[in-house]
C-alpha cells in the first residue's frame, strides 16, 4: 500500500508479505530537486531502521546512509560518499563498511567513442588494497568493446555487438596474466 498525497514529494509506503508476520515495512521517500531522503523502519517488536540522504548541486553529490537494529541496539551499517561529475569526467570516493573500506575512482571521457577508468579499494580489516583498471570503445554499427584488468593480473575482455533493437551478443575472455599456462574462460 503506498500513498503521496500526505505531503509534497513525499510518499508512504506499507509493505509486507502473507502469511510472514516478520516482513512489514514501513517505507518513506522525500525528493526533492537537489535532495533525496529515503527510510524504512520494520514492523516488529524490535524493528530495524534504515535511512540514506543524498544532496547534489552543480555536478557535485554528497551521500550517506546507516542502518541500526534496536534488537541489538547497534549500528548495523553506515557508509558515506561524495562523487563529482564533470562534462568529461566523474570522480567518486565513498567509506563503507562502517569505515572498514574506502573506494577511490575516476573515469575518464576521452572521446565520444573511448572512456577509460580505474578505481582502488582499501579495506582495513583485511588489511588489503586492490586496485582496477578499465576502458570502453564503441566500434560502427552499434558495437563495443570493454577491457580491464586489475592488481592480481586478471585481464578481461569483451566484444559486444547489437543487432536489433534490445538485440545483443556479447563474446568475453578473461585470462590470468600471472600465469599464462592456466586455461582462459570463454563465455558467449
Known amino acids: 500500500i503506498a500513498y503521496s498525497q500526505l505531503f509534497p514529494g513525499l510518499k508512504v509506503a506499507l509493505n509486507g508479505s502473507i502469511p510472514d508476520k516478520?516482513?512489514?515495512?514501513?517505507?518513506f521517500d522525500f525528493t526533492k530537486p537537489l535532495y533525496t531522503?529515503?527510510?524504512?523502519?520494520g514492523l516488529t517488536s524490535t524493528p530495524k531502521a534504515e535511512c540514506?540522504?543524498?544532496?547534489g548541486h552543480a555536478g557535485l553529490s554528497v551521500g550517506a546512509e546507516a542502518g541500526y537494529c534496536t534488537k541489538s541496539a547497534a549500528v548495523t551499517?553506515?557508509?558515506?560518499?561524495?562523487?563529482?561529475?564533470?562534462?568529461?569526467?566523474?570522480?567518486?570516493l565513498i567509506?563503507?563498511?562502517?569505515?572498514?573500506?574506502?573506494?577511490a575512482s575516476y573515469v575518464h571521457t576521452v572521446s565520444d567513442f573511448t572512456t577509460v577508468g580505474g578505481e582502488v579499494v582499501r579495506k582495513?580489516?583485511?588489511?588489503?588494497?586492490?586496485?582496477?583498471?578499465?576502458?570502453?570503445h564503441k566500434l560502427e554499427n552499434g558495437a563495443?568493446?570493454?577491457?580491464?584488468?586489475?592488481?592480481?593480473?586478471?585481464?578481461?575482455i569483451l566484444y559486444e555487438q547489437e543487432f536489433a533493437p534490445k538485440s545483443k551478443t556479447a563474446v568475453t575472455l578473461q585470462f590470468?596474466?600471472?600465469?599464462?599456462?592456466?586455461?582462459a574462460k570463454v563465455g558467449v
Open 22 to 27: 516478520a516482513s512489514g515495512k514501513l517505507s
Open 37 to 41: 531522503v529515503k527510510g524504512n523502519v
Open 52 to 55: 540514506s540522504v543524498s544532496v
Open 77 to 92: 551499517k553506515w557508509s558515506l560518499g561524495a562523487a563529482y561529475a564533470a562534462s568529461d569526467y566523474k570522480c567518486a
Open 95 to 103: 567509506v563503507a563498511d562502517k569505515g572498514d573500506t574506502v573506494k
Open 124 to 136: 582495513f580489516g583485511k588489511d588489503s588494497t586492490t586496485f582496477t583498471l578499465g576502458a570502453a
Open 144 to 156: 563495443s568493446t570493454k577491457a580491464k584488468i586489475d592488481n592480481a593480473g586478471i585481464a578481461s
Open 176 to 183: 590470468d596474466t600471472m600465469n599464462l599456462n592456466k586455461s
